[in-house]
């Protein structure tokens, strides 16, 4: 069996269907039938309840199956009043030829005594360009630059050095005794750094 709303298939112990929760009722109450497997189907159902086929509308069941084609009269259209033709005018004016007053002015017949009336209009006159020098054919006079030479720059003035006169003795005596004490500490300093390397070499090597 399969749920009449949604063609979910169902037990036959089953009276609610446990997908979209319809009721199933036991009983059909209707005259119309599965056009595949010809089981009765009730008037809302979408499915059939025996083979799980869709079923088309039901159009007896809306008051739609007993209505025929032939009282629906789609062969005529019913047109306002105020697009209706006259009967009078529709059958005195089939043959009629439409007169040129009716017609708009841009549909109209130019007529020979406008056409004389008008006056013809006389031929522009041909226009002709001034002549133009071809100045950039001309080749442009060479300009004579003169180069101007610098003015040779002032000499220099150079300071006059003064003549040194000859150094005190206490100077030259003591200039020496400084050089002596700056080797005696670049010579301890060195000995220290040699002693330290020393005792590290031998301390790493134990």
Do not use: K, N
């Not at 949604?6 to 929760?21: A, L, N, Y």
């Not at 030479?149 to 005794?177: I, M, Q, R, W």
């Amino acid at each position: 069996m399969y749920c009449p709303q949604c063609g979910q298939r169902m037990s036959d112990e089953q009276t609610v269907c446990p997908t979209c929760g319809a009721v199933v009722a036991g009983e059909v109450s209707g005259g119309s039938t599965c056009p595949q497997c010809g089981a009765a189907r009730a008037p809302d159902d979408t499915y059939c309840r025996q083979c799980g086929a869709i079923l088309p509308l039901d159009l007896a069941a809306l008051g739609l199956g007993d209505v025929e084609p032939a009282d629906l009269d789609t062969g005529r259209i019913e047109l306002p009043e105020w697009l209706r033709t006259p009967e009078t005018e529709a059958a005195g004016g089939a043959g009629a030829l439409v007169s040129d007053l009716d017609l708009p002015e841009w549909l109209r017949e130019p007529s020979t005594v406008e056409d004389a009336a008008l006056e013809p209009v006389p031929p522009a006159a041909a226009f002709t360009l001034p002549p133009v020098a071809a100045v950039w054919s001309q080749p442009a006079a060479a300009e004579t630059v003169v180069m101007h030479l610098f003015e040779p720059l002032p000499l220099l003035l150079v300071p006059e050095v003064a003549e040194a006169g000859p150094a005190p003795v206490g100077a030259a005596a003591s200039a020496p005794a400084g050089e002596r004490s700056v080797v005696r500490i670049a010579l301890i300093l060195a000995l220290a750094v040699l002693i330290g390397v020393a005792v590290y070499i031998v301390w790493v090597s134990r």
